[in-house]
């Protein structure tokens, strides 16, 4: 079955190298100065990339979604992770800035009024990365005087 699996999995790979292939070679031939010309040859090239695009992230979470519940020590893992982060998320949401966002004159951007919920989520988004940032900040620093300590 596994060599079986193999052959199918070769077979669909060259597909998709041929079709890539000739695509690349269509866009290519294509004349530049015709802009009709070019935007008919790059859109199929656009559409097969979106969707092997959209193929490769199903099947990456579907087998790390299989591989959690085949393990649930990595489930357990996973989701205190998870937590862990929405706590982060929380914590950020609270320190998050959602005053009025001012041009150089002092008057109110557009779209910018003081409690907008997009003011509140950039300023969220702004600590959340912070955070990560000094937390991760942190391990590199002990990771880094561990290694010293051994050698």
Avoid: C, H, R
Avoid at 7 to 26: D, E
Avoid at 88 to 97: F, H
Avoid at 106 to 131: P, R
Wanted: proline residues 1%.
């Amino acid at each position: 079955m596994d060599n079986k699996f193999s052959k199918i999995l070769t077979i669909l790979i060259a597909v998709l190298s041929v079709i890539g292939i000739v695509l690349f070679i269509v866009v290519s031939s294509t004349d530049e100065a015709d802009v009709e010309a070019v935007n008919t040859a790059v859109s199929p090239l656009i559409a097969f990339s979106t969707y092997l695009f959209y193929a490769a992230v199903a099947i990456t979470v579907v087998l790390s979604i299989v591989g959690m519940v085949k393990n649930p020590e990595n489930l357990k893992k996973t989701l205190l992770g998870l937590a862990v982060l929405g706590v982060l998320l929380v914590v950020s949401y609270i320190m998050g800035d959602s005053t009025a966002v001012l041009d150089a004159q002092g008057a109110v951007i557009e779209g910018g009024e003081a409690g907008a919920s997009s003011n509140q989520w950039v300023g969220t988004l702004i600590w959340y990365s912070t955070i990560l940032v000094l937390i991760g900040g942190v391990f590199f620093v002990y990771d880094l005087l561990k290694g010293l300590v051994k050698s």
